[in-house]
């Protein structure tokens, strides 16, 4: 409401001072009246100015809506599930300790998946069955395609156990060995990495990591997606005559997503919530100066635009003051539109999770209307209805925002 306030007071007083200086024939304030750029000078530096302008605001909309085009265009991924309950893990008479499986049938899906923003969005995945036998060292080979980049792993399984930390608490499956994964392009490896298997869910590496987090582009005012698409294991044990069926990922991965979250560890954390401030100047005091690191490159071609319309009038100190509370304007209208693009996301109970997700770290992203957001991230971190991890992260979101009104 403050930015709202200063705005309204900026425009009005443009507005007064444009009309002062236009009904007075005395005042001259900046020497001598100044000629008229040429005709030709002046349509092309408006319309440069406008087409800057328009770039901005389309550029904006696009990125807007680019962070749920994963779950418009998501394929179908199925996966193999066991069909019947499947077999009880064995657990000791005290029932709490390690039992190590001597053979059981394990199935395997390997499946990578975008953890940017806080989500998990499949956006490939794989099946394997393994005949799992003590004493015998099977392995598992597969690979991807991400992007210009043929990503290949190896699994090579070691131990299975039955681990059970409470005597009250249900026992789990616990996979031990290595991977290795390894990207090529050409033929020629350019990444490799490797580690343990200590879960029946891993994180077994990063596909495509292009940041350590979100950017705005020099066109938009907006955070830019960025994937961050790792590879994902998880196990499950089925009985030896389970004729198995085919499933949906996501309520897979859904049913899943407390696994991932515990083996992507400080990963999962919103980053994006606790950077914001020293990646997008909240810390500056002066109010022009905090909206410029806000929108970033964007503000200079904001003002390069004001710049080059002022050229079209004759007094061009004064259309460049006018010019310039139009385009805040400008900006504050395209931040509003795009607040309510997430929010509607955010208010829809039938959304997918990831896409609600998104819109709510990305609701955060407002200059002028923090105070809406943070009204609307209180109120779902209090809904009992959105899933636990929504509540956690709006509830986290409300907390910095709450910082910086």
């Known amino acids: 409401m403050k930015r709202l306030t200063l705005l309204a007071a900026l425009v009005l007083a443009a507005g007064v001072a444009a009309v002062v200086i236009t009904i007075s024939r005395r ?102 069955e393994v005949l799992w036998e003590q004493g015998k060292l099977p392995r598992v080979e597969g690979e991807f395609e991400a992007g210009e980049a043929t990503v290949s792993y190896t699994l090579t399984i070691s131990g299975a156990a039955s681990v059970a930390d409470r005597p009250e608490g249900r026992p789990r499956l616990e996979i031990h060995g ?43 005012i907006v955070l830019s997606p960025e994937p961050d698409v790792r590879l994902l294991a998880f196990f499950a044990l089925a009985a030896p005559d389970d004729p198995l069926a085919d499933a949906p990922l996501a309520p897979f991965l859904e049913r899943r997503e407390p696994d991932v979250v515990g083996a992507l560890g400080s990963d999962t954390r919103h980053d994006v919530l606790l950077d914001r401030r020293r990646l997008y100047g909240y810390h500056v005091p002066a109010r022009g100066f905090g909206l410029a690191g ?35 304007v400008y900006v504050a209208i395209l931040d509003r539109a795009v607040l309510g693009h997430h929010l509607a996301h955010l208010n829809d109970p039938a959304a997918p999770t990831p896409a609600r997700l998104v819109a709510c770290a990305q609701a955060t992203d407002t200059y002028f209307f923090r105070r809406t957001a943070l009204d609307k991230l209180r109120w779902v971190g209090r809904d009992r209805k959105a899933p636990p991890r929504l509540r956690s992260l709006a509830a986290e979101g409300a907390a910095m925002l709450s910082l910086y009104r």
Request: glycine residues 10%.
């Open 27 to 128: 005042v001259r304030p900046f020497g001598r009246r100044p000629h008229p750029r040429h005709i030709v000078v002046r349509i092309v530096c408006g319309a440069l100015g406008l087409l800057v302008l328009g770039a901005v605001g389309i550029s904006t909309w696009l990125d807007c809506r680019r962070w749920y085009a994963a779950e418009a265009a998501a394929p179908t991924l199925q996966i193999r599930v066991p069909a019947d309950e499947p077999p009880p893990l064995p657990v000791k008479p005290g029932g709490s300790g390690v039992v190590h499986l001597r053979q059981g049938r394990l199935l395997l899906h390997v499946v990578a998946a975008d953890v940017a923003r806080g989500t998990l969005r499949p956006v490939q995945a794989a099946f394997h």
């Open 178 to 220: 290595t991977h290795i994964i390894r990207s090529q392009i050409a033929g020629a490896v350019f990444h490799a990495d490797s580690g343990v298997l200590d879960g029946d869910a891993e994180v077994l590496g990063a596909l495509e990591r292009r940041h350590y987090g979100p950017s705005k582009q020099p066109l938009s």
């Open 294 to 328: 806000h929108i970033g490159l964007s503000s200079l071609l904001v003002l390069a635009a004001v710049v080059l319309l002022a050229q079209v009038f004759r007094r061009r100190s004064l259309a460049f003051a006018g010019l310039l509370a139009a385009a805040i």
